[in-house]
């Protein structure tokens, strides 16, 4: 895969929201279903996703920066000296270990965990060893629909075993799930915490704003002047809508219950459907001549401060 900001068209020193903005424009233009039967389109969005799972998640751009991991996220072998970095490392951390974990079902985990430092910093009274529970920490990124409406993701952790996670409907991006007595056991066969935070990857059709989704919805002129039925995408699946005759740019529509669950309330935000008037493409000159008659009896100030 090509430099992941060539793909994005950004610069190495863009923001992060920079470079969602980057995403969302080049997703949006090269959905598989706005390009039904282009698999020319397709491969680029695939491209376009693959870039962006790189850079478009802080952790990974930083550890890419550095060369750390390759475009593909792989892992880059670096030059290794083992006993100078024991002997110059912190006593207490000469025997910490940084494990990373893949997740099924799409989904990352970063998990940090000092086995080793507990262990030896935990010798008992009598000379044992004590083995304190462990909390670990997990990322997984989960797409924007799932997150949304709900879903459940299949986990591996670094003993091996699987944890089938429930991702409540209405989480957001940076909430943090807390599973019980799911951590590293200790010596006592107590367990800690696992604590996954969560990820949200952008949609190209749909962004949040606290409990409510926004969305664009594209018309042409005669359905803004003349009022239509539009057939429109929700996170719940198509739904009709009515473009009010007359309707401006900018004017939303709200749909009431379409937007994500608000908390624990059980209720649920909006879906605001944001109207884009798409003018005619090229030169009409029936159009043309029409509105320069029509402008003779009803001049506009556009530009004139309060204008409507």
């Given at each position: ?27 949006k ?26 850079i ?8 890419y ?76 990124e ?21 944890l ?80 009010p ?22 209720e ?27 402008e ?13």
């Open positions: 895969m090509a430099n992941p900001y060539e793909i994005l068209g950004v610069a190495p020193s863009a923001t992060q929201d920079d470079i969602r903005k980057a995403y969302r424009k080049a997703a233009e090269t959905h598989p279903d706005l390009n039904p039967g282009k698999s020319e389109a397709e491969s680029r969005f695939k491209e376009i996703n693959a870039a962006y799972d790189i478009g998640d802080a952790d990974k751009r930083k550890r920066d550095a060369g750390e991991i390759d475009e593909t996220g792989a892992e880059r072998q670096p030059e290794r000296h083992f006993y100078r970095e024991y002997a110059e490392a912190d006593p207490n951390m000469r025997y910490s270990r940084r494990g990373t974990t893949g997740a099924q079902s799409g989904g990352e985990a970063d998990l940090d965990f000092d086995v080793f430092a507990d262990l030896f910093r935990g010798r008992g009274e009598h000379g044992g060893f004590r083995m304190p529970p462990r909390d670990v920490r997990y990322a997984l989960i797409d924007f629909l799932d997150a949304v409406n709900g879903a459940r993701k299949v986990v591996s952790m670094p003993d091996g075993k699987t089938d996670i429930a991702i409540p409907a209405g989480v957001d991006d940076g909430q943090v799930l807390r599973l019980k007595g799911q951590g590293l056991p200790g010596s006592d066969g107590q367990s800690g915490d696992a604590y996954v935070q969560i990820s949200v990857r952008p949609h190209p059709g749909f962004r949040r704003e606290g409990a409510d989704i926004v969305s664009e919805l594209p018309v042409s002129l005669g359905e803004a002047l003349n009022g239509a039925s539009v057939r429109i995408e929700t996170v719940d699946g198509q739904v009709d809508v009515k473009v005759k007359g309707a401006k740019e900018g004017t939303k529509l709200r749909l009431r219950g379409k937007g994500a669950l608000r908390g624990k309330s059980g649920r935000g909006d879906q605001l459907v944001e109207i884009h008037i798409v003018p005619p493409e090229g030169a009409d000159e029936a159009l043309a001549q029409f509105m320069a008659e029509w003779k009896s009803h001049p506009q100030q556009p530009r004139r401060k309060g204008a409507t």
